[in-house]
């Protein structure tokens, strides 16, 4: 039988089931430290106690954002900047139009011309090491459920590298990696399973009963074969 983990508000002090807390891959445990009721109710508050200043914010907000969408527009662009940019890479000037649009500038273009970011993009990415990716990948997804590489690996070697249910090893496993199956009620992480039987489970809503009759259901007709 799994435990279920259990996790103490710092709000109110409570103890509760993981699922009763936020996830977020900055904390050490994965959660919040502050449950779902706690949060929503300091959440609701702010609102309640910043609504004035909340619509002055968002009233700024919506007058800087407008001038940079009037002068996204060529039209816009030109007449108040006038027609050449230069390229703070290569350094050549250049017509506007060989800058990408950009919201975040106040001057609603790219500082870059499309010729230098392409390079830029493409050098990156073709220098960036595959095993840095999957590496960067995992942690962040071992960190959505709470667990830590070591955890990980632990579970991996438990299971010799291979899929909980079909026993299929990890490269030939779809995409050539194993997703971490959990409990949606408790969130207690179950095992490694490959993007097949991950599907499977919840095709079949997790639930042991409809499994029970599937099996049943194929060696009835296995039978009569």
Known sequence: MDVVETKQ??????????????????????????????????????KSDNRGSSTVYDQKAREKHSTVRELMSDQAYKAAFGEDITCTVCDKT?????????????????SICKVCASAYSHKRYHNQPPVYDA???RAKIVAAYGLTLDDYDTI????????????????????????????????????????????GLGMFRHNQEFLSAAVNYLAEFNDEE
């Open 135 to 137: 590496a960067k990948r």
């Open 156 to 199: 991996y070697q438990e299971q010799d590298g291979k899929c909980k249910i079909c026993s299929i090893e990890e490269k030939y496993a779809a995409k050539g990696r194993f997703h971490i199956d959990h409990c949606h009620d408790t969130g207690v992480v179950r095992g490694l399973l490959c993007s097949h039987c991950n599907k």
């Open 9 to 46: 508000c710092t709000h109110c002090e409570e103890i509760f089931p993981l699922v009763n807390f936020h996830k977020n891959s900055g904390m050490a445990s994965g959660y919040l430290n502050q449950c779902k009721n706690c949060t929503n109710a300091k959440s609701k508050q702010w």
């Open 94 to 110: 250049k017509s506007f139009t060989e800058f990408k649009k950009d919201s975040r500038k106040k001057s609603g273009r790219a």
